[in-house]
């Protein structure tokens, strides 16, 4: 596990699309979460650190199990789209994100996405994903 966390599926787990399973590459030995924040004055928690079809607060918690990450949804969300990081600032603040972080075992940090593409409960075949939406970010 060398190289950075990247996801390879995203699927709803269950029928009423209120929870989400994210599978990576690069973590056979499991993943980990860096622990909540304050930062900017609010404690920051993972659920901070994703967005459901570029909205924030929908996410009312998440767990690990080795290679995936379940994130259980505040409601139904069927034909969603997840992304992982905002932008640049926590949502509806100036506040530069820091976290909190998805890691590997080896603590490399795992590729952020935008509007990953979540397959419909019952899927079972493992097609491939679309690619997510790529674009460059100014780190300056």
Same mark, same amino acid.
């Given at each position: 596990?060398?190289?950075? !966390?990247? @996801?390879? +599926?995203?699927?709803?787990?269950?029928?009423?699309?209120?929870? *989400?399973?994210?599978?990576? $590459?690069?973590?056979?030995?499991?993943?980990?979460? #860096?622990?909540?924040?304050? @930062?900017?004055?609010?404690?920051?928690?993972?659920?901070?650190?994703?967005?459901?079809?570029?909205?924030? %607060?929908?996410?009312?918690?998440? %767990?690990?199990?080795?290679?995936?990450?379940?994130?259980?949804?505040?409601?139904?969300?069927?034909?969603?789209? *997840? $992304?992982? *990081?905002?932008? %640049?600032?926590?949502?509806? #603040?100036?506040?530069?994100?820091?976290?909190?972080? @998805?890691?590997?075992?080896?603590?490399?940090?795992?590729?952020?996405?935008?509007?990953? !593409?979540?397959?419909?409960?019952? #899927?079972?075949?493992?097609?491939?994903? %679309? !690619? +997510?939406?790529?674009?460059?970010?100014?780190?300056?």
């Amino acid at each position: 596990d060398i190289g950075s !966390p990247n @996801i390879r +599926a995203a699927l709803f787990t269950t029928p009423e699309s209120n929870q *989400i399973a994210l599978v990576f $590459s690069n973590a056979q030995h499991g993943l980990l979460v #860096t622990p909540d924040a304050t @930062i900017g004055g609010s404690i920051r928690t993972m659920s901070d650190a994703f967005l459901l079809n570029d909205t924030v %607060q929908a996410v009312r918690s998440v %767990q690990v199990l080795g290679d995936t990450m379940l994130v259980n949804l505040n409601a139904c969300y069927p034909g969603a789209r *997840i $992304s992982y *990081i905002p932008d %640049q600032s926590y949502a509806g #603040t100036s506040v530069v994100y820091e976290g909190p972080w @998805i890691l590997n075992r080896r603590g490399v940090g795992a590729f952020s996405f935008h509007r990953f !593409p979540i397959r419909p409960f019952g #899927t079972t075949t493992a097609a491939p994903q %679309q !690619p +997510a939406a790529v674009r460059k970010l100014d780190l300056r």
